[in-house]
């Protein structure tokens, strides 16, 4: 199955209309998937019993919207008897014995898990370098990176081998990857998403989000897993909209924001170019525009970075090869078997984050690092809100470049991290965030980040809907995709 | 700046060996990060309260009653080594390290 061209409520027509079955639905989706991974390892595992799955959903009958419709999981979602990695050597052999809750509701839809796809190593990176498992390589140029951390959701999404996929965006891990590889991804409010069965990176910034080529599919799919869990105590109670049949792509009168921090002299003028176009697309449709200012910006990436490695490296001590995952070999004590199966078992940029981590939490360095962050996480937040008490949405780049050729960052972290500057205020500040195809520079893809008030995802779909109505960027067909028109 | 001596204590603390090699890169590339992270100083934020916790922090309740989720068995599909149902590991206490 080539789903460049396919929609979820299209394909829900031909199961529906007996055009055709989700068993061979299914069938034709591994084969797309064996023939395209060979160029783009967009996946970890990829699921053989799908096919007795959809087989079950057919002679149950096709019912919703997402029924008998394959859709890929990041390896850090947990799926019962389905091989779960984070795409990390200390958990090379997992196999869950429970699904997450984003999971099963999907599956209760009646959706397919038809694989776990390729990440950096416990979601620490914006590359999908740092996967144990190997690079996951760019449907518009394999030489570049899909970006990260959700980089083969995003690739697999981008390339048609599936219609839809879930991430998780704990800095920008859904938007950055999102934005490189030309699809619509969507970050929403902390706690709208259960996170129950996604393996924790950083627990307060952590959230579970979508990716596909169509708005509207991303709005299905988030209504469909979205709302409370009594399995996680952070997930909201509020009622969950039917984004999908709300959507509104009606512009007039609409109040954008665009901080002028985030047109940063380092920024790529190729993609300013890109952004601006799309900007001027919402003035053109009745929005209002206006500049404000965010002058905490300059320092979100240090409160980032402080606060998700303080919180990996508390995460992270389950990591101990006593229960589960990979156990060192020869050792002889206790103390050696956590030690060497954590050195052996971490790949170096977790390692960084866990050591990064821990040098913010130990004694003497805590008030002038983690508190200190958290105080100014605490005035970020309340630039951001200031903004959205004036304004529905705030508009920018999802990023300051395009995709980067591979091995280009991965030897300088620093760089590295400075990739999610425009991703993360959205994280820190617990706000719905989403990347919209906005144009390519270069011929490489280019997003516009849409921000809303805490819980208003609707406002997000809408607007994305309008650029999309306006550009039809799915129509593009990624350039290092073999064989398409 | 973070010095060695630093950095091997921070790797004591959170249960990692470093190479010698790595131990330099280390030291350079915290070094690095941590410089970045200084310019947090340069906020004032006298009088503001840190965010620690994300989203509606109310405590949750529920009944003080046992649920029954994953069977012994399952849960140890994945232990990596065990004898008589429990899980095996190497000496916690070195001889005459109880006494």
């Known amino acids: 199955m080539n789903y460049l061209n396919e929609t979820i409520d299209s394909l829900h027509k031909k199961l529906a209309d007996k055009e055709l079955t989700s068993k061979e639905l299914t069938e034709q989706t591994l084969a797309g998937i064996k023939e395209k991974d060979e160029d783009i390892s967009a996946f970890i595992t990829v699921n053989d019993a799908a096919t007795d799955v959809a087989k079950k959903v057919d002679t149950e009958g096709i019912k919703g919207n997402l029924s008998g419709i394959p859709i890929a999981f990041k390896d850090n979602i947990v799926s ?87 991430g998780t965006d704990t800095g920008g891990s859904i938007r950055q990857p999102a934005a490189f590889n030309g699809i619509f991804g969507i970050k929403p409010t902390y706690g709208r998403v259960s996170r129950w069965g996604v393996i924790a990176f950083s627990s307060s910034l952590d959230q579970v989000g979508v990716m596909s080529k169509r708005v509207e599919d991303s709005a299905t799919v988030l209504s469909t897993m979205a709302g409370h869990d009594y399995h996680d105590s952070t997930s909201s109670e509020k009622e969950v909209p039917d984004y999908r049949a709300n959507l509104d792509k009606d512009m007039s009168g609409v109040k954008i924001a665009i901080p002028k921090e985030f047109w940063h002299e380092g920024a790529d003028p190729e993609v300013i170019k890109q952004v601006n176009a799309a900007i001027d697309v919402y003035k053109k449709l009745g929005a209002t525009v206006e500049e404000v200012s965010l002058p905490t910006l300059k320092h979100a ?13 508390s995460n ?26 954590r050195s052996e078992g971490f790949g170096d940029e977790v390692k960084r984050r866990i050591m990064l981590g821990t040098f913010a939490l130990s004694a003497g360095s805590y008030d002038a690092y983690f508190k200190k962050a958290a105080q100014v996480r605490t005035i970020f937040i309340q630039e951001m809100t200031k903004v959205l008490d004036k304004y529905d949405l705030i ?46 520079a270069n011929g490489m893809p280019v997003g516009l980040q849409i921000m809303a008030k805490p ?17 039809k960027f799915y129509e593009k067909i990624p350039t290092a995709l073999k064989g398409e028109d | 700046m973070i010095s060695k001596e630093e950095i091997l204590h921070v790797a004591e603390l959170a249960n990692l060996k470093l190479k010698d090699d790595e131990v330099d890169s280390f030291v350079s590339q915290l070094g690095k990060i941590v ?3 200084d310019k947090l100083a340069s906020v004032d934020t006298t009088g503001i309260e840190p965010t620690y916790n994300m989203g509606d922090t109310s405590t949750t309740f529920r009944e003080d009653k046992g649920i029954h989720t994953q069977t012994r068995e399952q849960m140890f599909e994945n232990v990596p080594e065990s004898e008589d149902n429990l899980i095996k590991v190497p000496t916690i206490v070195a001889k005459g390290e109880d006494e």
Not at chain 1, 111 to 121: S, Y
Not at chain 1, 303 to 311: D, P
Not at chain 1, 455 to 471: G, K, S, V
């Open chain 1, 395 to 440: 508009m920018g780049p999802s990023t300051t470049s395009a995709a980067f050729k591979i091995g280009a960052k991965i030897d300088d972290p620093l760089a590295m991290y400075m990739n999610d500057i425009l991703t993360i205020p959205a994280n820190l500040a617990g706000l719905p965030a989403a990347s919209v195809p906005a144009g390519l």
């Open chain 1, 80 to 166: 019962n008897g389905i091989k779960t990695t984070a795409a990390s050597k200390i958990l090379y052999n997992f196999m869950p014995v429970y699904s997450a809750t984003v999971l099963e509701k999907l599956e209760s839809a009646g959706a397919i898990n038809i694989g776990k796809t390729n990440m950096d190593e416990f979601a620490m990176g914006s590359s999908t370098e740092t996967s144990f498992f190997g690079n996951t390589h760019n449907p518009w140029n394999l030489d570049y990176v899909p970006g990260g951390s959700s980089g083969g959701s995003a690739a697999a999404v981008a390339s048609g081998e599936v219609v839809a996929a879930l």
């Open chain 1, 455 to 471: 819980f208003n995802e609707q406002a997000i779909f809408n607007a994305a809907y309008a650029l999309q109505e306006e550009n």
């Open chain 1, 316 to 341: 992270l001590q389950r990591y101990d090869g006593v229960r589960y995952g990979f156990r060192a070999k020869d050792v002889k004590n206790i103390k050696d078997l956590f030690v060497n199966s």
């Open chain 1, 301 to 313: 990436v240090e409160v980032y970075y402080v606060l998700a490695s303080s919180e990996a490296s």
């Open chain 2, 35 to 37: 410089n970045m992270e």
